[in-house]
């Protein structure tokens, strides 16, 4: 059972039982919805990942995108911890549509024709390499792109 169910179950016994009243809510703060963004980009890079671990026929690409997806995990695990310690404070309306805004915004970045036709130029740029210049080259393909990449270094969640 999620978090959310717990709190709806228990607001609902208590306001049956007239010993409660409705919880006030307080807006979330930008890192709230910051880490929510960032929970729905990498709910869809891990899935991806998996998908194409699975896929992959070279033993060598399978292991990468397996560490990858697994690297993904890790920081969806981190950045569930520190939001469900908020749930009970913020309003969740804002949460889920952050959620699905970073979802909305991997799933474009990743099957964006012209986003694809951009970053093409970049390929020659090692992957294990010089990842700010990769990321320089990068950045012009979409706006979308800086705000996925601050879901990879989650030094901003206190």
């Known amino acids: 059972m999620t978090i959310r169910g717990l709190m709806a179950g228990a607001i609902v016994v208590l306001s049956l039982s007239g010993h409660a009243e409705v919880p006030s809510f307080t807006p979330p703060s930008d890192t709230d919805l910051h880490a929510a963004y960032c929970v729905g980009t990498e709910e869809q890079e891990a899935a991806w990942e998996s998908a194409a671990a699975a896929a992959a026929s070279n033993p060598a690409t399978s292991d990468f995108h397996w560490r990858t997806a697994a690297t993904a995990q890790t920081r969806l695990q981190r950045l ?12 969740m309306m804002d949460i889920d549509a952050a959620t699905k805004r970073g979802s909305t915004d991997e799933q474009f970045i990743a099957a964006d024709p012209k986003v694809h036709a951009c970053a093409d130029k970049c390929r020659y740029f090692p992957i294990n390499g010089n990842a700010a210049a990769l990321k320089q080259c990068m950045a012009p393909c979409d706006e979308r792109l ?4 601050s879901c990879k270094n989650l030094s901003w969640l206190p």
Do not use: V
Not at 80 to 91: E, M, V
Not at 146 to 149: D, E, F, P
């Open 80 to 91: 569930h911890h520190y939001l469900d310690r908020r749930l009970a404070f913020i309003k």
């Open 146 to 149: 800086s705000k996925i990449w």
